[in-house]
């Protein structure tokens, strides 16, 4: 909130601004702050400091007098290349300490502490760590119980080994680190939805300093973000390493492992808001008053489990003004130019329609989104069928100042694919593009008219995959879980299923509660369209979604022309009939007017999460009163 500092600033002042940024924050959340709550955001509402009073400012002085002071510390960040590493260091820079990032072997041996966080495939790690000559200095680094975290795959790569598929496509075992006994599996399909996507509780096992801070929430242990296909199961053998578990669906997994100094989390403490912060924090602390070994074994209670909390999303579609500036808009039936311009002289595009509704800038919807609750945050960015992302830079700067201040998941879509630049005749590859984006700041990416491309090629060649689709190609370095794709069909009405020629088409029977054809056709089947639904396509939303979890998705985001905008509720018998047709999770979208939408689709559908943008975008209705509905209603959400 306070502006930035200059460019020849030392490392001192940074790290003192750092260390009140999140003095403030975690105030502001009631959590460190021992002053009371109103006194602190009172005067934190009033007082701009420079960075160069800090010392003087008595909100500081008094919360850093509270505490011992601790030793410096310096954090050694291996980065093996895949996923978002830049969240995972936005969210360390919130706590002030030096960041260096692992180059070499020798700086392994010679780390004070070690967070290796792990995004993707686990056989793309391993390789890493191998070519890079990492991984004996990493096995010796954790044999002398040295600090160390290790986030997703950096938790699974201790274990034995994993039967996630290997680089050569092979179904034989991928070999870990070999520091826990045992081997990452994956979980079933035929039970439950795969990936494990959302936020979830943890159990804990041991008392320990890294959860100090993380504490019940309404009764609920609180919930972390998860996102993974494979887990370590919880065995008698590994014990003495389990600090918390975790219930998917009936599946008990552990969520997280700790023995002496090492310790490693299944879930993402960066993408999991203030909870997640406060894991950190408790992390880093321990590491510098030495307290991190000290845990306790606790009693365990195997009746109790945790259960897979709905998600609310939010998406914002992002676009360019006629003025040229970025801006959140909101389509009717994905039109986003307002009716007429007479009202609008300073947006009129010259063809009696009004200019591009503006409902706000994209990074301050996003950190109002993030500070009111949202699970997930979603850019689309919905002109980028016309130009490649790699030019996109407005786009890519919104993704990383959107990373600096919001800790929930972040997708972004719209022109992932392959392209060539005209100017240059050079051609990218969808994976470039997406690599792009995550290194931006994004943790998924959202696929639209180049998945329903590659599904019509699948079905063409009778199911066969060729490697070159851009779903293959991104999920095969960065995880099936980093791959969504979104879905644009329209209802095509019948008066009977007999009417569609083509059998490949899933004609929906319409309940008495759904809309009707406009001849009171009680059938239907949805139509997927391309380039912003500019363009109809001979195939159903539910062949594009089996097709698409085929090539190696992990998400659909399920839309509907027809709903857009109209604030009538989701498309129920659209979500069934994905939701039912296929086994990675459905995230509802187009049609919420209400908190009661989002209950209506949770109850009647498998999606796992609904989006919605206009509604929370006008202020019609707050995040947490669809949320607090939610849990009157029987349906678990997440509460801050």
Not at 135 to 151: M, T, V
Not at 408 to 419: C, D, E, F, H, K
Not at 599 to 612: C, E, Q, W
Not at 618 to 629: A, G, N, P
Request: charged content about 25%; proline content about 5%.
């Amino acid at each position: 909130v306070w502006p930035p500092l200059s460019a020849d600033r030392d490392h001192g002042q940074e790290a003192a601004f750092s260390t009140l940024f999140y003095h403030v924050r975690s105030c502001h959340r009631r959590r460190t702050c021992m002053i009371p709550h109103e006194t602190c955001v009172a005067q934190s509402k009033k007082t701009t400091p420079s960075p160069l009073a800090i010392s003087d400012n008595p909100r500081v002085q008094q919360h850093t007098n509270t505490m011992p002071e601790l030793p410096p510390l310096t954090i050694s960040l291996l980065d093996y290349g895949a996923g978002n590493v830049r969240s995972v260091r936005n969210a360390l820079s919130t706590f002030g300490h030096p960041i260096v990032d692992i180059s070499t072997p020798e700086q392994i041996t010679e780390a004070q502490v070690i967070i290796f966080p792990g995004v993707g495939s686990y056989h793309c790690a391993m390789d890493v760590l191998k070519e890079r000559g990492w991984e004996e200095p990493l096995k010796e680094y954790l044999k002398r119980d040295r600090p160390y975290l290790g986030i997703c795959l950096g938790m699974q790569t201790l274990f034995e080994s994993s039967e996630e598929t290997s680089s050569d496509g092979d179904k034989k075992t991928v070999e870990g680190l070999g520091i826990i006994p045992g081997k990452i599996i994956k979980f079933d399909e035929k039970e439950r939805a795969v990936p494990h996507i959302g936020w979830n509780g943890i159990i804990p096992h041991q008392s320990s300093p890294v959860l100090r801070y993380v504490t019940e929430n309404n009764g609920h242990a609180k919930e972390v973000y998860f996102v993974h296909s494979y887990y370590a199961p919880v065995e008698d053998r590994d014990a003495p390493w389990v600090l918390t578990r975790t219930t998917y669906e009936g599946q008990e997994f552990v969520s997280s492992v700790q023995k002496g100094n090492v310790c490693a989390t299944q879930f993402h403490p960066e993408k999991s808001g203030g909870v997640g912060l406060d894991f950190l924090k408790g992390f880093l602390e321990s590491v510098q008053d030495g307290s991190l070994s000290k845990t306790t074994p606790l009693p365990i209670d195997p009746s109790q489990h945790t259960q897979l909390v709905k998600r609310v999303v939010v998406a914002l579609d992002v676009r360019t003004n006629d003025a040229g500036d970025l801006v959140v808009t909101k389509g009717d039936q994905y039109d986003v130019r307002e009716k007429d311009d007479t009202n609008d002289s300073e947006n009129t595009n010259g063809n009696g329609r009004g200019g591009v509704r503006n409902l706000g800038k994209p990074v301050a919807l996003a950190q109002r989104y993030y500070d009111e609750g949202a699970d997930e945050i979603a850019f689309l960015n919905i002109t980028s069928f016309r130009q490649g992302v790699i030019d996109d830079m407005p786009m890519l700067g919104v993704l990383e100042e959107a990373s600096k201040r919001i800790f929930v998941p972040l997708t972004v879509g719209g022109g992932i694919r392959s392209y060539t630049d005209e100017a240059t005749g050079k051609v990218y590859g969808a994976l470039e593009v997406a690599s792009r984006y995550f290194r931006a700041g994004a943790d998924k990416v959202s696929i639209g008219s180049d998945a329903v491309y590659a599904a019509e090629e699948y079905y063409k060649s009778g199911g066969t995959k060729t490697g070159e689709t851009s779903i293959e190609n991104i999920s095969s370095v960065y995880g099936v879980q980093a791959v969504v794709i979104s879905i644009d069909p329209k209802r095509v009405y019948v008066s009977s299923p007999n009417e569609v020629a083509d059998t490949k088409h899933t004609v929906v029977a319409l309940g008495d509660d759904d809309k009707k054809g406009p001849n009171g056709e009680q059938y239907c089947w949805y139509q997927c369209t391309v380039k912003g639904g500019r363009e109809e396509r001979n195939i159903c939303a539910v062949s594009v979604a089996k097709a698409a979890e085929a090539l190696g998705a992990g998400e659909i985001m399920l839309n509907c022309i027809d709903s857009d905008g109209q604030c009538n509720g989701f498309d129920i018998p659209l979500m069934k009939a994905v939701s039912n047709a296929v086994s990675i999770p459905v995230i509802a979208s187009s049609g919420a007017g209400t908190a009661g939408h989002f209950t209506d689709v949770f109850k009647k559908t498998h999606v796992k999460a609904a989006l919605a943008a206009g509604m929370f975008h006008r202020k019609e209705v707050e995040i947490m009163d669809v949320k607090k509905y939610m849990e009157e209603c029987g349906i678990r959400a997440r509460l801050i």
